[in-house]
């Protein structure tokens, strides 16, 4: 791609989209799916997001006009060793359960070469690939671009949040730029590749259950939060590359797999279809908050959710704690003090998040598990019991996120251990709050 290049996306969240490289006007058969012959010599493939017979207001595929159908390729063959151990075939069961607070410095990023793929490491999650419920959050480490190589989740879908570094994303679809403070949905089955531009992190929810859907809006109306409208796809784009040896990466039932193939993915001219890769700016999220008094839960900063069979009760939610006005009255304004049914893993892109100003830092995350209380540290409740409660821009500069799950979370080996981030300090934020109760002062 030449550099600076200036991408074209279409813009809607679940359109039924359709496009064509207009190098090749036309590549779009009219009136059906499958024609005899499709033009150019392409051939047409379906991939399907939703079962067949999904309700129709559910359904998602597109239909791929491609040189090549993406069978043409090797065997897969497993990926047994090297780099990428940690991300491969996690056993959720490998470390006992511990409840307690977690909180991590922010990850190195490597200094050997290390492509995205080679760079993901799995932090900690729930759940069964196989029987397609659950989830996963892994972070990103990496310097160099994927080259000739490839990668797609058979497990499930993937939302990205970099936190250091844009990533040039080439799918089938076409091509996206996801710099820090935006995010990308890759769902199940799709083919990426990316390219870095140097140094780069990042964060990334994986859900087994569903597609990622935007929230309902109940009584807030029709406009709101993340608008659909913001949301972008790519616009097709394809490359006829042949050459021997390119790698296509499948994480199939929780481990990698790879298949040589002689030729580039990416050979898609044109599709139609509501199944696409898409990104989203998060400096775009129409922010609600309370305007009189109180703090409201944090589920008002929800992006994007993905849904289980229990109403209301998410596998996951995207949730980002934006730059906004704090405008409550005689209002203890930073996050309560609380104990959740939910798990609550957070990471921070930019800035500071208010609860914690110390030891939260960007490219490092913490985890609030089922239960598990926590709240602001000491020095936030003393600054906030006494200050003066104007007007205040809050958050300037910062953007902190949580992936909020109903499922009970396992914390990895490499979370735990191997990565060598988990901060022993955390609890002591908390032990210095002291006891102000006083039965004499109502
Ligand atoms: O724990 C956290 O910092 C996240 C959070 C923020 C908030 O405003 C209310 C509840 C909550 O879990
Ligand atoms: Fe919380």
Same mark, same amino acid.
């Given at each position: 791609?030449?550099?600076?290049?200036?991408?074209?996306?279409?813009?809607?969240?679940?359109?039924?989209?359709?496009?064509?490289?207009?190098?090749?006007?036309?590549?779009?058969?009219?009136?059906?799916?499958?024609?005899?012959?499709?033009?150019?010599?392409?051939?047409?493939?379906?991939?399907?997001?939703?079962?067949?017979?999904?309700?129709?207001?559910?359904?998602r595929r597109t239909w791929l006009y491609r040189?090549?159908?993406?069978?043409?390729?090797?065997?897969?063959i497993p990926v047994q060793t090297g780099p990428y151990e940690h991300f491969n075939g996690v056993d959720w069961n490998a470390q006992p359960p511990n409840p307690n607070q977690m909180r991590w410095l922010p990850f190195d990023v490597p200094t050997a070469r290390t492509d995205w793929v080679q760079g993901?490491?799995?932090?900690?999650?729930?759940?069964?690939?196989?029987?397609?419920?659950?989830?996963?959050?892994?972070?990103?480490?990496?310097?160099?671009?994927?080259?000739?190589?490839?990668f797609y989740n058979a497990d499930g879908d993937l939302l990205i949040v970099p936190q250091q570094g844009t990533l040039h994303v080439l799918t089938e679809f076409g091509r996206m730029d996801v710099a820090p403070n935006e995010i990308?949905?890759?769902?199940?089955?799709?083919?990426?590749?990316?390219?870095?531009?140097?140094?780069?992190?990042g964060y990334v929810l994986e859900v087994f259950d569903n597609h990622f859907q935007l929230p309902d809006l109940g009584p807030i109306g029709a406009n709101g939060l993340a608008n659909p409208r913001d949301f972008l796809t790519p616009t097709a784009w394809y490359e006829d590359r042949e050459l021997e040896g390119y790698t296509v990466v499948s994480k199939y039932q929780g481990h990698l797999f790879e298949a040589k193939q002689n030729h580039s993915p990416f050979d898609v001219v044109a599709w139609h279809g509501n199944y696409t890769p898409y990104k989203y700016d998060l400096a775009k999220f129409m922010v609600i908050n309370a305007v009189a008094f109180d703090h409201a839960d944090p589920s008002i900063f929800t992006v994007l959710t993905c849904p289980s069979h229990?109403?209301?009760?998410?596998?996951?939610?995207?949730?980002?704690?934006?730059?906004?006005?704090?405008?409550?009255?005689?209002?203890?304004?930073?996050?309560?003090?609380?104990?959740?049914?939910?798990?609550?893993?957070?990471?921070?892109?930019?800035?500071?998040?208010?609860?914690?100003?110390?030891?939260?830092?960007?490219?490092? +995350?913490? /985890?609030?598990?089922?239960?598990?209380?926590? =709240?602001?540290? %000491?020095?936030? $409740?003393?600054?906030?019991?006494? +200050?003066? /409660?104007?007007?205040?821009?809050?958050?300037? =500069?910062?953007? %902190?996120?949580? $992936?909020?799950?109903?499922?009970?979370?396992?914390?990895?080996?490499?979370?735990e251990e191997t990565?060598?981030?988990?901060?022993?300090?955390?609890?002591?934020?908390?032990?210095?709050?002291?006891?102000?109760?006083?039965?004499?002062?109502?």
């Open positions: 791609m030449p550099a600076g290049e200036k991408l074209q996306y279409l813009s809607g969240f679940g359109n039924e989209f359709s496009s064509e490289d207009p190098r090749c006007p036309g590549a779009l058969p009219v009136g059906q799916n499958s024609p005899q012959k499709c033009p150019y010599g392409l051939y047409a493939e379906q991939l399907s997001g939703t079962a067949f017979t999904a309700p129709r207001r559910e359904n040189i090549r159908p993406s069978v043409v390729h090797e065997p897969f993901l490491r799995t932090v900690c999650g729930a759940g069964d690939v196989r029987s397609r419920h659950g989830m996963a959050v892994h972070v990103y480490v990496c310097n160099a671009g994927m080259t000739d190589k490839c990308c949905v890759i769902q199940q089955g799709m083919r990426f590749s990316v390219q870095v531009g140097g140094p780069s992190r229990r109403l209301g009760t998410a596998i996951a939610d995207f949730v980002i704690f934006p730059p906004r006005w704090s405008v409550q009255e005689h209002t203890f304004r930073p996050p309560y003090y609380h104990r959740n049914c939910m798990s609550e893993f957070m990471g921070l892109i930019l800035g500071r998040y208010e609860a914690k100003e110390e030891g939260f830092m960007p490219g490092g +995350a913490t /985890l609030h598990s089922m239960m598990t209380p926590h =709240g602001p540290d %000491a020095q936030c $409740f003393d600054v906030n019991t006494k +200050a003066l /409660l104007k007007p205040e821009r809050v958050a300037e =500069g910062t953007q %902190a996120f949580m $992936f909020e799950s109903s499922l009970s979370l396992a914390v990895t080996k490499w979370g990565c060598q981030k988990l901060d022993a300090n955390y609890h002591k934020c908390w032990k210095s709050l002291r006891k102000h109760f006083d039965p004499s002062k109502p």
